[in-house]
């Protein structure tokens, strides 16, 4: 089958890609096919969990995810090692799960994607180091339901592996069992959220969990859990081969993060894709490397890494991608997927787009984020359609700020003002376009508002 | 303990708490919805937020939710600081997005907590301009009313529902700005306590339909405090009244009772009270078949008076649902040796049993509260959520209460209500059941058997010798029954406080004294656990230990002419004995004198019937089955609106009744002086005394109130009589007034609180004023005294043990199941139960039913020795083969234990008789 018409393609070369510097891509051909189990182990596979399992005890696992600092690759960019680490484990504690988050919904993103539908094989070990690590009993990928592709992959994946004896009972030799089991998800953004995704995985409405606990010391099914994204488990297999400081100079001067990160870069430039690239590359070189933008039009701003990120302008692109740099410069750094906008795109369109879709994707458990999203999402069509008032920008930014952290529940709504936030700040004379009225009474059904 | 620094104040706390609740206990007021006091925080609804300050030297501070926030030591907090205020604004902004503004057509409308924290948090001005939300409602049976648009999505209501009472069929639906509260598709809500989603719901989403079409504003309601007559559980109740009905019954918080929660029996099982076809005036008969004439009371009473005087002996039946001073001015009427309980022979066995029990088994009775502090329970013969609802609830919140333990040991606090599910998922402390049939908390269960009356004793008698090997051998047990035996009885032993539960269900006293050996033998082995009893009836347990003979005695001492006159007390006679054989006692009894609120077949016999009150209009004082004597207060003056009724308590009626046949002046007769009669009368009762504050009682000089100070239109509510208001009824019985005139309020703490009202809190929630801390004890000390203690002594084992249960060729067992709608007397006299109750069926065994060769809705007639009855076979997958299931409230010459012969009935003619005289009996008030 044909992946070409996928955007989720990886648009360096095999020569360019090599296991010292690209450690997530370098096992992947040209022609975008899965690789099998044959060909993964021929190519180093599984040698980081048979060295893991039999030389290495959980605690040194997770000391050296710890040293090589990987951060997590889902958007949050909490350290892999630190979480690992405070897992509950011990004699009076049950084994519990280990999930992986491939539920990859976030708008702009399609990085997790690749390594699902190319190289199953390495999400696989990098689990069964993750389980070894955090004493966890049996894992679960939690796929989004739309990614058919790569649930056959890790289908295929799972059962070649099962085969071979990476997974079920006494893996390679060690005494450690562990097995995966795929879950397709039904199509909800906030499985993203790691404690919704254990709620959807328990079979409970996908509604995020008070921290603390956590789902370290409670998670799927009251047990110990620990959820991390498809990125995080594909970087763990190199990092135990190589070492923490192997990976930390994968970046070298570029960031204080360490390893690589699969960038890439969508919208109205001339060669969207994916890169593996040294944590802290710029956006400039990223927006070079994607031919730069189609057809001649100028940038007009970019969001970092996804949709519930904050825009940035042109200026911030030579700043290196990586999440202390772009948290300081007032947005994150989230997937590390760019989505362009150029001159010609209305700011306030696409956040009326981006608003429509957290205000649909909410979970509806706290008031501020299922009440208050929808109501920035009127008033941004409102303004979209020439129908705004005086006052309706005051409003916006009151909303931003209501909706900002730790006044939600989680972070879902934090994450949708990010982009309205930020938008308002560099893009205010769009917005005050729309404002046509004084303020008004209530309508009776004054604006074509579509269907939030 | 804590100190917690709020807005620059300092107080001691309890730690343990989390802020909002430690900050409504110190009576601060603080917003909120989805937190509720018995089931714990959440963090959904965000309109709890203050601001939380690190330290000393902090002073911006960050918003955090209370209900999330432990309440730490030396935490510092501000709810009056303006970020936070604004915030909480907001919240009410947005949750009023898509509220409609329907206040003045909404029935929560006065009692709406949403109403109460709108106006707290200062919101007053609608700025979102855009269309609401709107929502299809469902149809959710006689009891819900259903609003979907009022909805503000706090999630209580499937919390309790579904976490707290273990429903089922009531859901979130949805997602985003799109909930649904609901079922999956219209219908009738299955659990038993659906009706305090009225009191859970913090807005009009879920409200009172019994109440809706004669609907009234909290504050236009007269109240007073009251005790549930539906069962023995003893709730306590604040019914509603408005021009002389009782329009809806509020929960009343009690700290020992029922908390918050009632059951739907109890909230909505009034409408007999409410009957257009009630006894308003005395009525005299010359002769049987005459139809009956309106009599003035003198005349009533000369009547009356003068049948009694020519009488070679008077019979006096009591009631088990009338109260202590009613049964105690019969029994003073016809003197001791002639008194009978009214209760049936077998049941007033097992009555007696069970208050013998209670003093002489070691262990005490708990209250429903303290019924949630055990952690492991046994239950022996009893459905509890069929029997004694809200105990049921109880033991369900005890069973669930291992997930607490758990979490505790994680550092989880209790209030984090989701977490404390997360980590414990189905733990449940143990629970086991022994039944004939399917329980209401099997879901819950550890294990469950559907036994015969017989094997429930033997299996309890088992486990009583592995607790104690003292206790007698149980004979022929089976290895499995032994195993199961020690099973339970190392799980009761290895408790921290082990509950024992069994009761008169099904009218089996080896039933009973199986549960009195398990817990006989707990405390043989010194285990802190307790034994509670199930009754049947609001004041079973009370007329059991004023006592009194059978009524097989009395029907017998009137049918072999021992006898010629009988009082019959708010009992009708029917409902407990074979119609053949009441009819005939009544029949040849040359006087009968009948007292009740309602029109009963035995009524229709009486030369003189005396209307009486219902509890709504009555003071009396009832015992429940954990022996606390309490009393009801009258609501309202029946006389007030319908000048032309005569009802008068039963005591009243009682008392002129012997003043006059013995020719004394009737004189001044006043509640206070009757319960002390009976106080002083009976040693066992003496202490019911202090059951509740004397006529005499002020508040600062004041009655108390029984409406509310907004209480309107009274100069108007007679106007259709005579344009000149009379003077307000007065009461001599108690301290309350019939008006809003008279203390309402919180500040000086009262056990006998009418209605919860405090400034700015006009919705149940209220209750959290008046309490000492919130979900604790009323700030005066909860009503009511305890009068069933355990004795020290030497007490033997009961050693006649049963035999096993062997079915027979051509005959089976009965056993009467109780129905929580339709198996109570006078409930089942209420519109919207009968509506709720199931169908009326024959519970047969899916064996049994082959062997007979019927299958389901074949009609059979089920015939014993003293009673018959025809009815639809229900085939039950877990009926032991051998017993017959006969639902109580059906025929009552059919009685647990005694053997039936099965027969194939051609039509279903006895159905339709029994449904239409049910259409007949339905009668509301127009």
């Known amino acids: 089958m044909s992946v070409s018409r996928y955007r989720s393609q990886l648009r360096q070369s095999a020569a360019e890609r090599r296991a010292e510097t690209h450690p997530l891509t370098w096992r992947l051909g040209e022609d975008g096919a899965m690789v099998g189990l044959g060909e993964y182990l021929d190519k180093d596979g599984y040698v980081a969990a048979r060295k893991v399992l039999n030389h290495q005890s959980p605690d040194d696992v997770v000391a050296t995810m710890k040293d090589a600092n990987v951060r997590g690759r889902g958007g ?32 702009g993103t399609f990085k997790d994607r690749l390594l699902l539908e190319q190289l199953p094989h390495l999400l696989i070990e990098g689990m069964i180091i993750g389980g070894y690590a955090n004493h966890s009993r049996f894992g679960y990928i939690f796929l989004r339901g739309e990614y058919v592709e790569a649930a056959r992959a890790l289908a295929r994946a799972i059962d070649e592996a099962r085969a071979a004896g990476w997974l079920g009972n006494d893996i390679a030799d060690s005494g450690y069992d562990f097995d995966i089991a795929l879950h397709t998800g039904a199509g909800r953004y906030i499985c993203g959220e790691e404690t919704a995704l254990i709620n959807s995985l328990e079979g409970n409405r996908a509604n995020p969990r008070a921290k603390p606990p956590f789902p370290g010391q409670s998670g799927a099914w009251g047990k110990p859990t620990v959820v991390n994204n498809v990125e995080t488990f594909c970087n763990a297999p ?76 042109p200026e911030h692109l030579d700043a290196p991608l990586d999440f202390d740099t772009i948290g300081e410069l007032g947005s994150r750094m989230g997937t590390g997927l760019l989505t362009v906008v150029n001159e010609d795109q209305s700011v306030l369109s696409l956040v009326r787009n981006l608003e429509q879709f957290f205000a649909r994707e909410s979970c509806g458990w706290c008031t501020p984020c299922r009440d208050g999203l929808p109501w920035t999402v009127k008033i941004l069509q409102a303004l979209e359609h020439g129908e705004g008032e005086r006052g309706d920008l005051e409003m916006l930014d009151k909303l931003g700020g209501d909706l900002g952290p730790g006044k939600t529940f989680c ?41 939030v | 303990m804590a100190t917690i620094h709020v807005d620059g104040q300092s107080y001691d706390v309890d730690g343990a708490d989390n802020l909002l609740s430690a900050c409504l206990s110190l009576g601060l007021d603080v917003p909120y919805f989805c937190w509720h006091p018995a089931m714990g925080s959440v963090g959904a609804c965000r309109q709890c937020a203050v601001k939380q300050y690190k330290d000393a030297d902090d002073t911006r501070g960050m918003l955090v939710m209370s209900c999330m926030t432990p309440a730490a030591d030396d935490s510092r907090i501000s709810i009056s600081d303006a970020e936070a205020r604004e915030f909480r604004a907001s919240v009410i902004e947005w949750l009023m997005i898509n509220h409609p503004h329907d206040c003045p057509v909404c029935e929560e409308g006065g009692h709406c907590h949403l109403q109460d924290m709108t106006v707290m948090t200062g919101h007053d ?12 409602n469902q149809e959710l ?52 306590f659906s009706g305090n989603l009225t009191e859970v719901c913090p807005t009009g989403v879920f409200t009172d339909k019994t109440h809706s079409e004669r609907y009234t504003r909290k504050w236009d309601l007269q109240f007073a405090p009251s005790i549930c007559h539906q069962c023995a559980s003893g709730c306590n109740i604040s019914p509603g009244e408005r021009y002389g009905d009782i329009r809806r019954i509020e929960n009343r918080y009690h700290g020992e009772v029922n908390r918050f929660f009632l059951c739907d029996r109890g909230r909505f099982g009034y409408g007999y009270v409410n009957r257009s076809d009630r006894p ?38 009591g009631s088990p649902r009338a109260s202590l001073e009613s049964n105690h001015q019969l029994r003073e009427l016809v003197g001791e040796d002639n008194f009978s309980t009214g ?30 502090d055990h952690d492991a329970v046994l239950v022996l013969g009893e459905d509890l959520i069929a029997s004694a609802a809200r105990a049921g609830l109880a033991v369900r919140q005890a069973v669930t209460a291992r997930r607490t333990e758990l979490a505790a040991e994680r550092d989880i606090p209790s209030w984090n209500d989701e977490a404390v599910r997360t980590l414990g998922q189905d733990s449940y402390h143990p629970l086991y059941i022994a039944y004939p049939i399917a329980t209401g908390l099997d879901d819950i269960s550890a294990g469950s058997w559907t036994l015969a009356p017989a094997d429930i004793a033997r299996l309890g008698f088992a486990v009583a010798h592995a607790i104690d090997a003292e206790a007698p051998v149980v004979e022929d047990l089976d290895e499995s029954t032994r195993r199961e035996a020690e099973t339970i009885a190392k799980r009761l032993l290895a408790a921290r406080r082990p509950l024992v539960i069994g009761g008169g269900s099904l009218g089996s006293p080896v039933v009973i004294e199986a549960a009195g050996s398990v817990a006989r033998a707990l405390s043989r082995r010194t285990r802190q656990g307790s034994l509670l009893l199930v009754r049947g009836e609001a004041n079973s347990t009370g007329l059991t230990m004023l006592g009194g003979e059978s009524l097989e005695w009395a029907l017998d001492e009137l049918d072999g002419a021992h006898a010629d006159a009988v009082v019959v007390l708010e009992n009708d006679l029917y409902q407990r004995a074979p119609r053949e054989q009441v009819d005939a006692v009544l029949e040849r009894a040359d006087a009968v004198i009948v007292l009740d609120h309602q029109r009963t077949a035995t009524w229709q016999h009486a030369d003189l019937g005396l209307p009486a009150a219902a509890f709504s209009e009555a003071d009396g004082t009832l015992v429940s089955l954990e022996g606390r004597a309490q009393r009801f207060f009258q609501v309202f003056d029946p006389r007030y609106i319908r000048p032309e009724t005569r009802i008068h308590e039963s005591w009243r009626w009682l008392h002129a009744l012997r003043a006059d046949m013995l020719r004394q002046d009737t004189g001044e007769i006043t509640f206070d002086a009757v319960t002390r009669a009976c106080a002083e009368h009976y040693p066992e009762l003496h202490d019911m005394l202090g059951s509740s504050p004397s006529a005499d009682y002020r508040v600062r000089g004041l009655k108390l109130a029984r409406e509310p100070h907004r209480y309107s239109g009274r100069t108007a509510m007679r106007a259709h009589l005579d344009v000149s208001e009379p003077r307000a009824s007065q009461d001599v019985d108690s301290p309350f007034t019939f008006s809003m005139e008279g203390y309402n309020g919180f500040d000086r703490p009262r056990e006998e609180v009418a209605f919860a009202w405090a400034p700015g809190w006009n919705s149940p929630q209220a209750w959290n004023k008046f309490t000492d801390e919130v979900g604790g004890h009323l700030s005066a000390g909860d009503p009511g005294v305890r009068l069933l203690h355990p004795c020290p002594g030497q007490y033997d084992y009961f050693v006649a043990l049963p035999e096993r249960f062997t079915p027979r060729d051509s005959a089976w067992q009965v056993v009467v199941l109780p129905r929580l709608f339709g198996g109570e007397e006078t409930s089942s006299r209420a519109t919207p139960i009968i509506e709720r109750a199931a169908p009326v069926t024959l519970r047969l065994s899916v064996d049994d039913a082959q062997r007979l060769g019927c299958s389901d809705g074949d009609l059979l007639s089920v015939v014993t020795d003293s009673g018959r009855t025809n009815l639809p076979v229900q085939l039950d997958a877990v009926l032991p083969v051998g017993l017959v299931g006969i639902p109580a409230g059906v025929e009552p010459g059919l009685i647990s234990g005694d053997w039936a012969e099965l027969k194939a009935e051609a039509t279903n003619h006895h159905q339709g008789q029994i449904m239409g005289q049910r259409d007949d009996e339905t009668g509301g008030r127009p």
């Not at chain 2, 001005?125 to 299809?136: A, D, E, S, V």
């Open chain 1, 76 to 107: 949050a960019g909490f350290s892999a090692g630190m979480k690992w680490s405070l897992t509950m484990k011990g004699q009076d504690i049950p084994r519990g799960y280990l999930v992986c988050n491939a539920d990859e919904m976030e708008p």
């Open chain 1, 238 to 313: 190199a990092v135990m081969l190589h070492g923490a400081r192997w990976y930390q100079d994968l970046s070298g001067e570029l960031s204080n993060d360490g390893g690589t990160k699969l960038y890439g870069v969508s919208g109205k430039v001339a060669m969207p894709g994916l890169w593996e690239l040294p944590i802290g590359t710029s956006g400039s070189e990223l927006l070079e490397r994607a031919g730069g933008m189609r057809d001649g039009r100028a940038l007009k701003a970019w969001l970092p890494g996804g949709g519930s990120t904050g825009f940035l302008l």
């Open chain 1, 411 to 451: 972070a879902h709504a934090p994450g949708a003002a990010m982009p309205l936030q930020s938008a308002l700040k560099y893009f205010r004379e769009e917005f005050e376009r729309g404002v046509v009225h004084p303020p008004r009474a209530a309508h009776a059904d004054p604006i074509p508002v579509g269907v």
């Open chain 2, 125 to 136: 001005r609608r700025r979102y301009r855009f269309r609401k939300r709107t929502h299809r």
């Open chain 2, 141 to 192: 049976g006689p009891f819900i009313a259903h609003e979907m648009n009022r909805c503000i999505t706090c999630y209580r209501c499937v919390r309790f529902y579904r976490d707290y009472a273990g429903g089922t069929d009531l859901g979130a639906f949805g997602a985003n700005s799109n909930i649904y509260f609901g079922r999956h598709q219209d219908g009738v809500l299955e659990s038993a």
């Open chain 2, 280 to 317: 308003l005036r005395p009525e005299w008969r010359s002769d049987r078949n005459d139809t009956a004439v309106t009599l003035e009371v003198d005349a009533a009473l000369g009547r009356g008076a003068d049948l009694l005087r020519t009488s070679r002996r008077v019979i006096g039946i």
């Open chain 2, 343 to 372: 209760i049936a022979a077998q049941e007033l066995a097992c009555l007696t049993a069970m208050n013998a029990l209670n003093r002489n088994c070691g262990l005490p009775t708990p209250t429903l509260r303290d019924v949630e």
